[in-house]
T-cell receptor, first 111, second 113 residues
Framework: QKEVEQNSGPLSVPEGAIASLNCTYS??????FFWYRQYSGKSPELIMF????GDKEDGRFTAQLNKASQYVSLLIRDSQPSDSATYLC???????????FGKGTRLSVIA | NAGVTQTPKFQVLKTGQSMTLQCAQD?????MYWYRQDPGMGLRLIYY?????TTDKGEVPNGYNVSRLNKREFSLRLESAAPSQTSVYFC???WGQGVIEAFFGQGTRLTVV
């Protein structure tokens, strides 16, 4: 059973701080990794994907991947109250297999 | 360009009733998926269709059936609804191989009483 683990939170950070969200996965052969944001009562929407070791930056968001440690993270700089949501980590084990999702981390940014 | 469209958005069923959740995508994606989301459980895969004409079971298929009607449409059927099937159901689609994201519909909130 391929597993994706996330701390359920809630993770509370003050406005303007860096929020760090973490995810580990069990399948060493996994190829690509996704971070989705889900507001309460809404559907998940993609924030970033990453498939190579290292960092990938997009605006205030940075995804980090370490395949040797089977670890992927999402950093949110200058956190805003509008970033308050549940963040889902998803892993593509290989090829055309379905994405496997973690249970999500609830982030709360306090103004 | 609507993306992934699910109907209905809300539904209340009595135990034992049947219903079909509809999903259609207009992005010419090959793969389509049905997930359910329960509090504290994340997104769990019910069934998926990797390509037109194929369907496969996911993590929690019991009590459900699916039909890939054509490349655009993928329906989920509950033959005899049970309270344990109370959940939010999401349809998603994806091009297929490679570093490709999944796009989600707006969800169907189903309550079985």
């Amino acid at each position: 059973q391929k597993e994706v683990e996330q701390n359920s939170g809630p993770l509370s950070v003050p406005e303007g701080a860096i929020a760090s969200l973490n995810c580990t996965y069990s399948d060493r052969g996994s190829q690509s990794f996704f971070w989705y944001r889900q507001y309460s009562g809404k559907s998940p929407e993609l924030i970033m994907f990453i498939y190579s070791n290292g960092d990938k930056e997009d605006g205030r968001f940075t995804a980090q991947l370490n395949k040797a440690s089977q670890y992927v993270s999402l950093l949110i700089r200058d956190s805003q109250p509008s970033d308050s949501a549940t963040y889902l980590c998803a892993v593509n084990p290989s090829g055309n297999t379905p994405l496997v999702f973690g249970k999500g981390t609830r982030l709360s940014v306090i103004a | 360009n609507a993306g992934v469209t699910q109907t209905p958005k809300f539904q209340v069923l009595k135990t034992g009733q049947s219903m079909t959740l509809q999903c259609a995508q207009d992005m010419n994606h090959n793969s389509m998926y049905w997930y359910r989301q329960d509090p504290g459980m994340g997104l769990r895969l019910i069934y998926y269709s990797a390509s037109e004409g194929t369907t496969d079971k996911g993590e929690v298929p019991n009590g459900y059936n699916v039909s890939r009607l054509n490349k655009r449409e993928f329906s989920l059927r509950l033959e005899s609804a049970a309270p344990s099937q109370t959940s939010v159901y999401f349809c998603a689609s994806r091009w297929g191989q490679g570093v490709i994201e999944a796009f989600f519909g707006q969800g169907t909130r189903l309550t079985v009483v």
